[in-house]
């Protein structure tokens, strides 16, 4: 049975930007997610007749600051593959090698297509662009947001639980420095779910990303979302912490951000913190192991055969996931 499409029907996001996870309800994360996966089935089935051609005769740029190997991919494949055309800017290969400014840069793009998906430098918004540009923009990462990125976690979750409801979630890692992991919460704050913090002190969740929970739980009673959390900052051998990973549903790992830290953070400390063999053996079966990657040792690659660890079905479900967003946005 086919779902009826979403396409050229009044999809859901009235904004001329995607900037960040708070654009999002839960009504339009269910069209969304009912879009991707319709995109889904067709590209699974090589049906490529239900895909849209929305983009035909369409060129979408891609400004990139930072390194990226899964989110570039992944929007230029789609637009790709939705009958657009892409421009690719990085540092190296633009002007930013001869001091033209961030804006400037922009502004190029812009005369040149017909929408843009930007990355900017780790110390910049992209919110500081958005009046200046013709053309919609789809935040690619910046200095606080990943709203892509959370969108597809969302929808790897929707696709291998069935729904994003009433979970129980282990964040572990570098939380403070992780934007996946503030755009994730951010989401998440639209459902019923528990959040359990697991990090060194240094590395713990940023303030302001509790100070959203808490503000989330204060408008419960008007939302029905039911929402707590806990921080840990005792290592993963730690009896409590076990306990934990023990009753989650699913545990998200992200790396260690050296590349944002200005603190001085031994590797030693931060060992204690990595997912192990033994560790992932008292996991529920049907717990899911997340990881936005690329990975560094956070994960040995032992566990990449447990059925249960799904970072790599993550990058596939994000590949629908943006064709669903570029259609939406440039379509």
């Given amino acids: 049975e086919t779902m009826p499409s979403l396409v050229g029907s009044e999809m859901c996001i009235r904004d001329r930007h995607i ?8 009504n339009m994360l269910r069209q969304i997610f009912l879009r991707s996966q319709e995109i889904m089935y067709s590209q699974q089935g090589g049906n490529s007749n239900n895909i849209s051609s929305l983009l035909n005769g369409k060129v979408i740029g891609l400004l990139f600051y930072t390194p990226s190997s899964r989110t570039r ?20 290969t633009s002007s930013s090698q001869k001091g033209e400014t961030v804006s400037d840069t922009l502004h190029t793009l812009d005369t040149y297509t ?26 690619a990462g910046d200095m606080l947001h990943h709203p892509s990125q959370a969108l597809l976690d969302l929808f790897t979750i929707r696709q291998e639980k069935g729904t994003v409801n009433n979970l129980k979630f282990a964040i572990m890692g570098d939380l403070s420095h992780s934007r996946t992991i503030g755009s994730l919460v951010e989401l998440l704050c639209n459902y019923n779910v528990e959040f359990y913090f697991i990090a060194t002190h240094k590395l713990q969740i940023n303030p302001a990303i509790i100070e959203y929970i808490e503000n989330a739980q204060k408008h419960s009673s008007s939302t029905g979302y039911n929402i707590s959390y806990f921080i840990h900052t005792e290592n993963l051998e730690d009896d ?47 717990c899911l192991i997340m990881h936005p990657l690329p990975r560094n040792d956070e994960i040995p690659k032992e566990i990449d055969t447990d059925r249960r660890a799904i970072y790599f079905k993550q990058m596939k479900y994000g590949l629908y996931l943006r064709m669903a967003l570029c259609e939406l946005m440039f379509g």
């Fill in 240 to 286: 409590n912490v076990k306990k934990i990973l023990k009753s989650v549903d699913v545990v998200y790992m992200t790396r260690l951000q050296k590349e944002r830290w200005d603190t001085v953070i031994t590797v030693e400390n931060v060992k204690k913190y990595y997912l192990t063999k033994s560790l992932v053996n008292i996991l529920k079966s049907n």
């Fill in 114 to 139: 017909d929408g843009l998906i930007v990355r900017s430098p780790n110390d910049i918004t992209i919110q500081e662009f958005q009046n200046e540009t013709e053309n919609t923009i789809i935040n």
């Fill in 73 to 92: 991919c992944s929007f230029e494949s789609a637009i790709k593959k939705l009958g657009g055309d892409t421009i690719l800017l990085t540092p190296d």
């Fill in 19 to 26: 900037m960040d996870a708070k654009q999002f309800n839960r």
